[in-house]
């Protein structure tokens, strides 16, 4: 009973009445709650220091530019009329220091003067006077007072984001000081008792994580021209947290922001804490990542609750924090560049929320390809890996593969044409051969999307791939790939070079426990399997020697459960969900586990000449050097006989 009343009592205090609204609401909410004039103030800081800071009243010239009329080129000052009857052949004299005199650029243009014949164009050139076959016309190559800026006219408006150019004018107007809006300040806090604070370089138990989210926020709001501070992570006690919280609210940053606690677990206090010191404003958005994003007023300063999960806190500064800090700071807020992309795989969505998705882009020919990458929340990593992001709508059940979406991008364009779009199988030469192109004197990077061999032609196949890894087995010829470019690639002239021999084999529990030693084992009832996804290399050939074997997959505990990369095999290994999986060494060896070898095949990078470009050459050249086969023997688990060779149908292993 008492277990129950407790649990009710706790429910009570979760948040679990959370009510979305749309991004667009969300931000008016905020904006009509704060008065941005009270909360942001006006200073005067010094001209020089001024770049990026914006305008707060109008700013007027104080001087001219130039103060004085002035030489715009060197040569010679002198009367224009003087000079009116100069011809070629029928040249004009004049006297240095009665009718003309030497100027260089930039000096001030003798009484009485009213132009400057450059010096080249004098014909002659002597001590005592110049002669000149050109006429020069009133004020030629002459900078008159003002021509650039003239005193008292308004120089810069109120509510200019000021450029290093705007400095340059404000120091030739002479203005030394400029009244500008103060720049914007951001407390984090981050909390939470399984975060860990980075600054003690900690190693993290199971139940702890880095705290990492504060110096993302660093970086974006750096970005964004607003100073920030954070401090330790306060523990998960509504108390602490309150205290923290009411000292940033009174120190002087103007927005603060909780990392993590915002939603409706036990002890995220977020929300309370907020309605205890001020007003929650909203509670969630129709958006994920960064669904339970919460926007409040605690006296007068903007406080944020920012979901724990590193995504969902970057979604939650994009489309919250960035339109609020610009509204904040007066400026126009960023716009990403839109570009149409076809999708290297579909992208499932739920009906009723809109979902932003990042990207992988590259382009493959004409088009821009993109492969989406995961969408966990937790995973920074395609935060890392995104080169754009894209909205699938309220509405939408998704996106199929091979189908346009409109894409924002994270990178300048440019960056798009650098890329090398390689889809299929992976491999962890892929990440050597990344790291090594992003040496070159003009980097090439690599977007990987792991689809398995069979999909890597496939994207060949619809040319949304430059390069397709994979090792795919023929059982009847003994050879590799080119059985299979005939069949699902038929017309198509296909050629691959070869990246490695590499080991596969069964990737087992440190020790062995099992004693798992060959492919019979599989058939054993207290072998748990884990198989790899339809269409991958490594899947086939499992059936092969499940069949050399004489096993059938059914005799197979765990042949219907898939994974989509060798880590994620050993993964299942290393937390014991199963006891063996059928993987490259190279993913045993970086978890630890053990691995029993079971076959040699060739891995190759796939490609149709006639639709390589610049980066497929690059890449190639770079897979024949001999550096590249010495970093790849350092792995482990492979051969470089064959590396960097284009391989011939019938070859094999040989
Ligand atoms: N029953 C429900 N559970 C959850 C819901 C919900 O609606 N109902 N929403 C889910 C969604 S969506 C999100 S997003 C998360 C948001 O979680 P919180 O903001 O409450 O954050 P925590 O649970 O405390 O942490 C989540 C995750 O992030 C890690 N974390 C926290 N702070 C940091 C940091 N500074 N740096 C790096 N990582 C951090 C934390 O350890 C957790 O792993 O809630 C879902 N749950
Ligand atoms: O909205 Mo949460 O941010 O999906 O992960």
């Known amino acids: 009973m008492s277990g129950y009343s407790n649990l009710r009592k706790k429910m009570k205090k979760r948040n679990i009445y959370l009510k979305t609204v749309p991004v667009a ?13 009270g909360l942001v103030g006006m200073e005067t800081i010094p001209a020089h220091q001024a770049c990026g800071r914006v305008t707060a009243q109008a700013v007027h010239a104080v001087c001219s530019s130039p103060t004085f009329h002035s030489a715009a080129m060197d040569g010679y000052a002198l009367k224009a009329e003087s000079t009116f ?3 070629e052949g029928r040249p004009v004299r004049l006297a240095k220091g009665s009718q003309c005199a030497p100027v260089n650029t930039g000096h001030p243009l003798p009484e009485g003067m009213d132009g400057v014949l450059m010096i080249e164009k004098a014909v002659r050139d002597t001590d005592d006077f110049i002669e000149l076959e050109t006429p020069v016309f009133p004020m030629q190559h002459v900078r008159r007072i003002g021509e650039d800026i003239v005193a008292t006219e308004l120089l810069l408006p109120q509510n200019r984001l000021l450029s290093p150019y705007d400095v340059g004018g404000l120091l030739s107007a002479g203005i030394w000081d400029v009244p500008v809006w103060e720049q914007l300040r951001m407390t984090f806090i981050p909390t939470g008792d399984e975060v860990l604070d980075f600054t003690t370089r900690p190693s993290p138990r199971p139940g702890q994580v880095i705290e990492s989210n504060s110096q993302v926020f660093a970086g974006l709001a750096a970005a964004q021209g607003c100073l920030f501070t954070r401090v330790d992570p306060v523990p998960d006690n509504e108390d602490a947290l309150t205290t923290a919280v009411r000292e940033a609210v009174n120190g002087p940053s103007h927005v603060v922001v909780i990392g993590a606690g915002s939603s409706a677990g036990s002890k995220d206090f977020s929300r309370s804490i907020i ?83 990042r990207l992988a882009i590259g382009r493959v020919g004409e088009k821009l390809v993109a492969t989406p990458l995961g969408r966990g929340a937790g995973m920074l990593t395609t935060l890392i890996r995104a080169q754009g992001v894209t909205r699938i709508p309220v509405d939408s059940e998704g996106a199929e593969a091979a189908s346009k979406v409109r894409a924002e991008l994270l990178v300048p364009a440019a960056e798009l044409d650098q890329t090398l779009v390689v889809v299929g199988s992976h491999d962890n030469i892929l990440d050597v051969l990344g790291n090594e192109l992003m040496g070159l004197t003009r980097p090439v990077r690599i977007a990987s999307s792991h689809v398995g061999s069979m999909g890597g032609l496939t994207a060949l196949k619809n040319r949304s791939a430059l390069m397709a890894g994979t090792h795919l087995f023929d059982e009847l010829s003994g050879d590799f790939n080119f059985p299979f470019f005939r069949k699902y690639l038929p017309g198509l002239n296909v050629a691959c070079v070869n990246l490695a021999i590499r080991h596969q084999g069964l990737i087992v529990a440190k020790g062995n426990p099992l004693g798992i030693s060959k492919v019979e084992d599989l058939a054993r009832p207290e072998v748990r399997f884990i198989n790899r996804q339809r269409g991958a290399g490594t899947r086939i050939l499992l059936d092969y020697h499940l069949r050399q074997a004489g096993i059938s997959s059914e005799q197979v505990n765990g042949y219907d459960k898939e994974e989509f990369t060798h880590m994620a095999v050993a993964v299942n290994v290393l937390t014991g969900t199963a006891s063996c999986g059928l993987g490259i060494f190279a993913a045993a060896n970086a978890l630890g586990l053990d691995f029993v070898p079971l076959a040699r095949e060739r891995y190759d990078l796939a490609f149709l000449p006639e639709h390589a470009d610049w980066k497929t050459e690059v890449a190639l050249e770079l897979i024949r050097s001999a550096s590249f086969k010495e970093r790849i023997e350092k792995l482990g688990g492979y051969e470089t006989a ?13």
């Open 642 to 654: 064959l590396t960097g060779r284009i391989m011939e149908p019938g070859q094999g292993l040989g």
């Open 25 to 37: 609401e969300a931000l008016c909410l905020a904006m009509d709650a704060l008065d941005r004039d």
């Open 85 to 87: 009857a100069a011809r």
């Open 275 to 357: 309605e205890s010191l001020g007003q929650v404003l909203v509670h969630g958005i129709d958006l994920m990542p960064g669904k339970p994003s919460i926007l409040g007023i605690v006296g007068g300063k903007l406080i944020v609750g920012a979901p724990g999960y590193p995504v969902s806190a970057v979604v939650c500064f994009e489309e919250l924090l960035i339109p609020l800090l610009s509204w904040l700071s007066r400026k126009t807020p960023p716009v990403r560049q839109l570009v149409d992309v076809e999708l290297a795989r579909k992208i499932p969505s739920k009906l009723g929320t809109e979902e932003l998705v």
